[in-house]
C-alpha cells in the first residue's frame, strides 16, 4: 500500500544553506506554521532528533549519508533519501511523518532541496503497524475526554481523519436522545459529528445536526441490524442501487470521487447508539480489512465513552428535574420580607449536588428563611434533599422554635442513615445522608430575626445605609451527627436591611484559588452596593464571587429585604381570667376594625375574637392576651395565655351544649392553628380580606 496521497503532499524547499525559501498550504495545514513565520528560517529547526537533521544536511550538501537511511546516487541523477518516520516539530507539538527528501536538480547545480510529507515507496508492514499503532493510541488519548455526546462524537471524526481517512460522519440514533416522533419510511439519525481533510466538509450529504430518515433497505440499517462492521465498494451494484434512491448523497459520491466507505455500528453495553462513516475520496486505494478492524476499534472505543456521556447526561438531567421539582418555583404571598432567589447547578463530572432553600409563610405574619446542602451528588443528593425539605416544612408548620426544628432534623437524618445502612459503624462523613442547614424566622411586628445553624455558613447581614455585617451564630453542627445541642440567637433588625442566605459553593471558587477571604470579601463588597432591586443584587454577588467560571458546586442564594408592621397595623390587649373579658374583647377588636376601616369583618371577627377568648378564660392560665393584626389582605386575630395544653377538634354530638367554637372558626376563616412559646402557647385565626 503506497502511503502517497495526492494533492495532500506538504513541500518545503531548501536553498544551499538549509534555509526555507517555499511552504506549501499543505505544509502551513498539517504544521500549523503559517507561511510567514517560516520563510528565510533554517529548515533544521522544524525537524526533531539527529537523524533527520542528517537526512536533510547530505541532500542540501550533496554528500552521501548512510545510517538509518536509504541513499542512492547516480552520476546524472538526483539523489534520495528516503525516511520511513521522522518526528516534525509543529505549532501544536511534536507529531511524526514519512517523509522524503531529495535534490530538485542534478549534482553540480545548484538548485533548492525539497522536503515533503509522504514518500513514493510501498510502506511494508511494520509501517502499517506502527501508523496504526499511533493512531489508536491517539485515539485513546484524545477521545472521550468529556462526559459531552458530541464532542465526544466529535473526537472520533477528528482523530478518524488524520492519516487513516478523508472523511468521518457520525450519526446517533433519535433514541439516543430520547423519543421523537416516529418515521415509517426508515430509522432516524441525527448527524452529531464530521470532519474531512476538505474544509467544511462539502461532501457531507447531511447538515450537521439535521435529522436523517435512513431507508431500512440501507447499509447503515443493514450494519445495526446485523451487528456487524461493513466495508463497501461505490461501485457495487448494490450501493448504485441504493443511491439512486438517495440523490443528494449520489451527487456527493460522484462529484467528489468517493469509492471506498467503512460502515461501523456504535454500540456499548449492548445498546446501539449508530453508526460511524469513514470514506476515502482523496486516497487512491481502497479501504481493506486491516482497515476495518482499525476503524472497528476507534468506533468501540469511542461508543464506549459517547454510552458513558448518554447515561451521565441522562443521570444529570433526571437528577436536576428532581430537584428543581422540588425547589420553590415561586415563593409564597407574605407581607414580611421582600425575596429573591437564584440557584445553579454545577456542571460537573459528579452531577447536581443537594443544595436547596425555601420560604415558609408562618402564622402571625412571620416568614421563615431555610437554606441548606445535602453531602453528594446525583439523584440519591436530590432526593435526599427533597425529604429534608418536606421535613422543614412540617416542622415549620407546628411553629418550632429554629433550634428545636434543627433537633428534630438531625434526628431524622440520623434515623434515615440507620434504615439505609445498618452498619453502625457508617458516620456521617460516610453515610448515605448529611446535611447541613441554616433555620431563620423574622418577625415583622417586633422587627427581629431568630436564627440557628447546623454546619452552615452563616449569613450576611446589611444596614439600610448598607453596612455589612457577618453575624456570628452559635456553631452548630451538622445533621446526621445526633446527640449535639443547637442554639439559636434573637437578632433586632432595622426595617430595610437585607439578610444573606447561601451555600458554600458560592465562595468555593475562590477557596480553589488559595484565599478563601476573597470571596467574603467580594459577597460583603457586592451586598454593600445600593440597588433597587433584589434581583439585580443577586446577579452583582453572583458576578462578584463567582465571575465568568461555572462553579465548581451548586450555589443557592436567597436574599430577603425586611419590612416592618407598625403600630398603627398591631392592636394588643391584655384580658383577665374572667368569663365577663369576653364582652370586652369582643368591644376592643371591634372598635378597632372600625378605626382600620374594616367594619365588614367585624362579625366574622367578634366570633372568633369570643370562641376563642371564652377557651383561654375557660381552660387556660393567666396572663391572657389578645392581638389583632392587620397585614396587607389579612385580619389575624390571636390568643395566648400561659397553659401548654393544645385544644382540638372535634365533633359535637346533638345534645352536647359546647364543642363547637373551634368548629366554627375553622369554617370561618381561611386557617388556623396553634403555636407554642416559652411562656405557654397561641391560637391564631385568619381571615381572608
Same mark, same amino acid.
Given at each position: 500500500?503506497?502511503?502517497?496521497?495526492?494533492?495532500?503532499?506538504?513541500?518545503?524547499?531548501?536553498?544551499?544553506?538549509?534555509?526555507?525559501?517555499?511552504?506549501?498550504?499543505?505544509?502551513?495545514?498539517?504544521?500549523?506554521?503559517?507561511?510567514?513565520?517560516?520563510?528565510?528560517?533554517?529548515?533544521?529547526?522544524?525537524?526533531?532528533?539527529?537523524?533527520?537533521?542528517?537526512?536533510?544536511?547530505?541532500?542540501?550538501?550533496?554528500?552521501?549519508?548512510?545510517?538509518?537511511?536509504?541513499?542512492?546516487?547516480?552520476?546524472?541523477?538526483?539523489?534520495?533519501?528516503?525516511?520511513?518516520?521522522?518526528?516534525?516539530?509543529?505549532?501544536?507539538?511534536?507529531?511524526?511523518?514519512?517523509?522524503?527528501?531529495?535534490?530538485?536538480?542534478?549534482?553540480?547545480?545548484?538548485?533548492?532541496?525539497?522536503?515533503?510529507?509522504?514518500?513514493?515507496?510501498?510502506?511494508?508492514?511494520?509501517?502499517?503497524?506502527?501508523?496504526?499503532?499511533?493512531?489508536?493510541?491517539?485515539?485513546?488519548?484524545?477521545?472521550?475526554?468529556?462526559?459531552?455526546?458530541?464532542?465526544?462524537?466529535?473526537?472520533?471524526?477528528?482523530?478518524?481523519?488524520?492519516?487513516?481517512?478523508?472523511?468521518?460522519?457520525?450519526?446517533?440514533?433519535?433514541?439516543?436522545?430520547?423519543?421523537?416522533?416516529?418515521?415509517?419510511?426508515?430509522?432516524?439519525?441525527?448527524?452529531?459529528?464530521?470532519?474531512?481533510?476538505?474544509?467544511?466538509?462539502?461532501?457531507?450529504?447531511?447538515?450537521?445536526?439535521?435529522?436523517?430518515?435512513?431507508?431500512?433497505?440501507?447499509?447503515?440499517?443493514?450494519?445495526?441490524?446485523?451487528?456487524?462492521?461493513?466495508?463497501?465498494?461505490?461501485?457495487?451494484?448494490?450501493?448504485?442501487?441504493?443511491?439512486?434512491?438517495?440523490?443528494?448523497?449520489?451527487?456527493?459520491?460522484?462529484?467528489?470521487?468517493?469509492?471506498?466507505?467503512?460502515?461501523?455500528?456504535?454500540?456499548?453495553?449492548?445498546?446501539?447508539?449508530?453508526?460511524?462513516?469513514?470514506?476515502?475520496?482523496?486516497?487512491?486505494?481502497?479501504?481493506?480489512?486491516?482497515?476495518?478492524?482499525?476503524?472497528?476499534?476507534?468506533?468501540?472505543?469511542?461508543?464506549?465513552?459517547?454510552?458513558?456521556?448518554?447515561?451521565?447526561?441522562?443521570?444529570?438531567?433526571?437528577?436536576?428535574?428532581?430537584?428543581?421539582?422540588?425547589?420553590?418555583?415561586?415563593?409564597?404571598?407574605?407581607?414580611?420580607?421582600?425575596?429573591?432567589?437564584?440557584?445553579?447547578?454545577?456542571?460537573?463530572?459528579?452531577?447536581?449536588?443537594?443544595?436547596?432553600?425555601?420560604?415558609?409563610?408562618?402564622?402571625?405574619?412571620?416568614?421563615?428563611?431555610?437554606?441548606?446542602?445535602?453531602?453528594?451528588?446525583?439523584?440519591?443528593?436530590?432526593?435526599?434533599?427533597?425529604?429534608?425539605?418536606?421535613?422543614?416544612?412540617?416542622?415549620?408548620?407546628?411553629?418550632?422554635?429554629?433550634?428545636?426544628?434543627?433537633?428534630?432534623?438531625?434526628?431524622?437524618?440520623?434515623?434515615?442513615?440507620?434504615?439505609?445502612?445498618?452498619?453502625?459503624?457508617?458516620?456521617?462523613?460516610?453515610?448515605?445522608?448529611?446535611?447541613?442547614?441554616?433555620?431563620?424566622?423574622?418577625?415583622?411586628?417586633?422587627?427581629?430575626?431568630?436564627?440557628?445553624?447546623?454546619?452552615?455558613?452563616?449569613?450576611?447581614?446589611?444596614?439600610?445605609?448598607?453596612?455589612?455585617?457577618?453575624?456570628?451564630?452559635?456553631?452548630?453542627?451538622?445533621?446526621?451527627?445526633? *446527640? &449535639?445541642?443547637?442554639?439559636?440567637?434573637? @437578632? /433586632?433588625? =432595622?426595617? $430595610? +436591611?437585607?439578610? #444573606? %442566605?447561601?451555600?458554600?459553593? !458560592?465562595?468555593?471558587?475562590?477557596?480553589?484559588?488559595?484565599?478563601?477571604?476573597? *470571596? &467574603?470579601?467580594?459577597?460583603?463588597?457586592? @451586598? /454593600?452596593? =445600593?440597588? $433597587? +432591586?433584589?434581583? #439585580? %443584587?443577586?446577579?452583582?454577588? !453572583?458576578?462578584?464571587?463567582?465571575?465568568?467560571?461555572?462553579?465548581?458546586?451548586?450555589?443557592?442564594?436567597?436574599?430577603?429585604?425586611?419590612? /416592618?408592621?407598625?403600630?398603627?397595623?398591631?392592636?394588643?390587649?391584655?384580658?383577665?381570667?374572667?368569663?365577663?373579658?369576653?364582652?370586652?374583647?369582643?368591644?376592643?377588636?371591634?372598635?378597632?376594625?372600625?378605626?382600620?376601616?374594616?367594619?365588614?369583618?367585624?362579625?366574622?371577627?367578634?366570633?372568633?375574637?369570643?370562641?376563642?377568648?371564652?377557651?383561654?378564660?375557660?381552660?387556660?392560665?393567666?396572663?391572657?392576651?389578645?392581638?389583632?393584626?392587620?397585614?396587607?389582605?389579612?385580619?389575624?386575630?390571636?390568643?395566648?395565655?400561659?397553659?401548654?395544653?393544645?385544644?382540638?377538634?372535634?365533633?359535637?354530638?346533638?345534645?352536647?351544649?359546647?364543642?363547637?367554637?373551634?368548629?366554627?372558626?375553622?369554617?370561618?376563616?381561611?386557617?388556623?392553628?396553634?403555636?407554642?412559646?416559652?411562656?405557654?402557647?397561641?391560637?391564631?385565626?385568619?381571615?381572608?380580606?
Amino acid at each position: 500500500m503506497a502511503t502517497r496521497v495526492p494533492g495532500r503532499a506538504a513541500t518545503a524547499t531548501v536553498d544551499g544553506d538549509g534555509s526555507i525559501t517555499g511552504w506549501s498550504a499543505a505544509a502551513e495545514r498539517m504544521s500549523g506554521f503559517s507561511a510567514d513565520r517560516v520563510l528565510g528560517r533554517s529548515a533544521f529547526d522544524l525537524l526533531a532528533g539527529d537523524a533527520p537533521i542528517a537526512v536533510l544536511r547530505a541532500v542540501v550538501r550533496r554528500q552521501p549519508f548512510t545510517g538509518m537511511v536509504r541513499l542512492t546516487r547516480a552520476e546524472r541523477d538526483p539523489v534520495a533519501v528516503e525516511l520511513a518516520i521522522v518526528p516534525v516539530l509543529t505549532a501544536s507539538g511534536e507529531q511524526s511523518w514519512v517523509v522524503s527528501a531529495q535534490p530538485l536538480q542534478p549534482l553540480g547545480a545548484d538548485p533548492p532541496a525539497a522536503i515533503t510529507e509522504v514518500s513514493e515507496r510501498k510502506a511494508g508492514p511494520e509501517d502499517l503497524a506502527r501508523r496504526r499503532l499511533a493512531l489508536l493510541g491517539e485515539a485513546g488519548l484524545r477521545i472521550g475526554s468529556t462526559l459531552e455526546v458530541q464532542r465526544t462524537a466529535q473526537e472520533l471524526a477528528d482523530v478518524g481523519t488524520e492519516d487513516f481517512a478523508d472523511f468521518v460522519g457520525v450519526d446517533l440514533l433519535e433514541t439516543v436522545f430520547g423519543s421523537g416522533p416516529p418515521s415509517s419510511a426508515g430509522l432516524v439519525f441525527y448527524r452529531v459529528a464530521q470532519q474531512s481533510v476538505l474544509p467544511g466538509c462539502p461532501e457531507s450529504a447531511v447538515a450537521m445536526g439535521a435529522r436523517d430518515v435512513i431507508l431500512t433497505e440501507s447499509p447503515m440499517a443493514q450494519v445495526l441490524s446485523a451487528g456487524r462492521p461493513v466495508r463497501t465498494d461505490m461501485r457495487d451494484q448494490k450501493m448504485q442501487a441504493w443511491m439512486q434512491q438517495e440523490p443528494r448523497r449520489l451527487r456527493s459520491v460522484e462529484r467528489f470521487g468517493i469509492h471506498s466507505s467503512l460502515l461501523v455500528p456504535m454500540t456499548a453495553r449492548g445498546v446501539t447508539l449508530g453508526v460511524a462513516i469513514f470514506l476515502r475520496h482523496r486516497t487512491q486505494e481502497a479501504f481493506d480489512d486491516d482497515d476495518l478492524v482499525l476503524a472497528t476499534e476507534l468506533t468501540a472505543r469511542a461508543a464506549l465513552s459517547v454510552d458513558n456521556a448518554r447515561q451521565y447526561t441522562q443521570q444529570r438531567d433526571t437528577a436536576l428535574a428532581l430537584q428543581r421539582s422540588l425547589l420553590p418555583a415561586r415563593t409564597p404571598r407574605q407581607a414580611a420580607v421582600e425575596v429573591a432567589f437564584h440557584y445553579l447547578p454545577v456542571n460537573s463530572r459528579d452531577g447536581v449536588g443537594g443544595d436547596w432553600f425555601d420560604v415558609i409563610a408562618l402564622s402571625g405574619a412571620r416568614v421563615a428563611l431555610v437554606v441548606g446542602d445535602v453531602v453528594g451528588h446525583g439523584v440519591p443528593a436530590s432526593a435526599a434533599m427533597g425529604r429534608l425539605r418536606m421535613a422543614v416544612r412540617t416542622l415549620a408548620d407546628i411553629d418550632m422554635p429554629p433550634d428545636e426544628l434543627l433537633t428534630h432534623l438531625d434526628d431524622l437524618v440520623l434515623r434515615i442513615d440507620l434504615e439505609e445502612l445498618p452498619d453502625s459503624a457508617t458516620t456521617w462523613a460516610g453515610g448515605s445522608v448529611g446535611a447541613t442547614c441554616l433555620y431563620a424566622v423574622y418577625d415583622p411586628v417586633g422587627r427581629t430575626f431568630t436564627m440557628a445553624r447546623a454546619g452552615h455558613p452563616g449569613p450576611v447581614l446589611v444596614d439600610p445605609d448598607g453596612a455589612v455585617t457577618f453575624p456570628e451564630l452559635p456553631p452548630g453542627p451538622p445533621l446526621g451527627l445526633g *446527640g &449535639l445541642p443547637f442554639e439559636s440567637m434573637e @437578632l /433586632a433588625v =432595622p426595617e $430595610g +436591611s437585607v439578610l #444573606a %442566605l447561601y451555600t458554600d459553593g !458560592l465562595l468555593r471558587a475562590s477557596e480553589l484559588h488559595g484565599d478563601p477571604a476573597l *470571596g &467574603l470579601d467580594g459577597l460583603a463588597s457586592a @451586598l /454593600a452596593e =445600593p440597588t $433597587g +432591586s433584589l434581583e #439585580a %443584587l443577586c446577579n452583582r454577588v !453572583l458576578d462578584a464571587t463567582l465571575g465568568s467560571a461555572a462553579p465548581s458546586d451548586d450555589v443557592a442564594l436567597l436574599l430577603a429585604r425586611t419590612r /416592618a408592621l407598625h403600630e398603627q397595623d398591631v392592636a394588643g390587649w391584655e384580658l383577665r381570667r374572667d368569663p365577663a373579658e369576653v364582652a370586652r374583647a369582643r368591644k376592643l377588636a371591634t372598635m378597632t376594625l372600625t378605626d382600620w376601616g374594616l367594619e365588614e369583618a367585624a362579625f366574622v371577627t367578634e366570633l372568633v375574637v369570643s370562641e376563642l377568648v371564652t377557651n383561654a378564660v375557660r381552660y387556660g392560665l393567666p396572663p391572657i392576651g389578645l392581638r389583632l393584626i392587620r397585614d396587607g389582605g389579612t385580619l389575624i386575630c390571636e390568643v395566648s395565655d400561659a397553659s401548654s395544653t393544645a385544644p382540638h377538634l372535634r365533633r359535637a354530638r346533638t345534645y352536647d351544649e359546647g364543642g363547637r367554637g373551634l368548629l366554627l372558626v375553622a369554617q370561618l376563616c381561611r386557617n388556623w392553628g396553634t403555636r407554642h412559646t416559652p411562656r405557654g402557647k397561641t391560637i391564631w385565626a385568619e381571615q381572608q380580606l
